[in-house]
């Protein structure tokens, strides 16, 4: 493989992750792969978009790997309800707790994602690390928050003729 064959394989891998993942699922209108902007006909709800860049390619060998991950949800779904968190960790059992009003839907999305993601050495050489969370706005009325992680990849890859 040599320097972007393996974005697709990779965004199925995470597109698969987060579907199979309860608590995402359950609290996620729509797991699109790729950016997405709402717009006026687009239906209330909560997403996760997400995609791959290379920021900067190292040298021949080697390429940095970003996951950019965007959560979010229209002011009327964001408020948590009871029993918010439904089981979605399966390390976590007290998940089934009620919630609390601090918390909402975007930062118990983001929790499970940063599980998933944060150390997972299914991407990438070593493992993948979080580099930052920080606000995301892309529509009025919309509110969510983008993750950002980090991972070094190999560039070229031996090839058979």
């Given at each position: 493989?040599?320097?972007?064959?393996?974005?697709?394989?990779?965004?199925?891998?995470?597109?698969?992750?987060?579907?199979?993942?309860?608590?995402?699922?359950r609290?996620?209108?729509?797991?699109?792969?790729?950016?997405?902007?709402p717009?006026?006909?687009?239906?209330?709800?909560?997403?996760?978009?997400?995609?791959?860049?290379?920021?900067?390619?190292?040298?021949?060998?080697?390429?940095?790997?970003?996951?950019?991950?965007?959560?979010?949800?229209?002011?009327?779904?964001?408020?948590?309800?009871?029993?918010?968190?439904?089981?979605?960790?399966?390390?976590?059992?007290?998940?089934?707790?009620?919630?609390?009003?601090?918390?909402?839907?975007?930062?118990?999305?983001?929790?499970?994602?940063?599980r998933?993601?944060?150390?997972?050495?299914?991407?990438?050489?070593?493992?993948?690390?979080?580099?930052?969370?920080?606000?995301?706005?892309?529509?009025?009325?919309?509110?969510?928050?983008?993750l950002?992680?980090?991972?070094?990849?190999?560039n070229?890859?031996?090839?058979?003729?």
């Open positions: 493989m040599a320097y972007l064959e393996e974005i697709p394989r990779y965004k199925d891998k995470l597109f698969e992750q987060f579907t199979q993942n309860l608590t995402i699922s609290h996620t209108s729509q797991i699109l792969p790729y950016p997405f902007v717009n006026e006909q687009t239906q209330n709800g909560t997403y996760l978009a997400f995609d791959l860049y290379v920021p900067q390619v190292r040298d021949k060998h080697l390429k940095d790997l970003q996951i950019v991950v965007n959560v979010f949800s229209h002011k009327e779904q964001i408020c948590h309800e009871q029993n918010l968190y439904e089981q979605g960790s399966q390390e976590e059992s007290s998940d089934t707790q009620a919630s609390a009003p601090g918390e909402n839907r975007v930062d118990l999305i983001c929790a499970e994602i940063d998933i993601l944060n150390g997972n050495r299914d991407f990438g050489i070593d493992g993948v690390s979080l580099v930052s969370v920080l606000a995301h706005s892309p529509a009025k009325d919309y509110y969510g928050k983008q950002t992680y980090a991972a070094l990849d190999f070229q890859k031996n090839r058979t003729k």
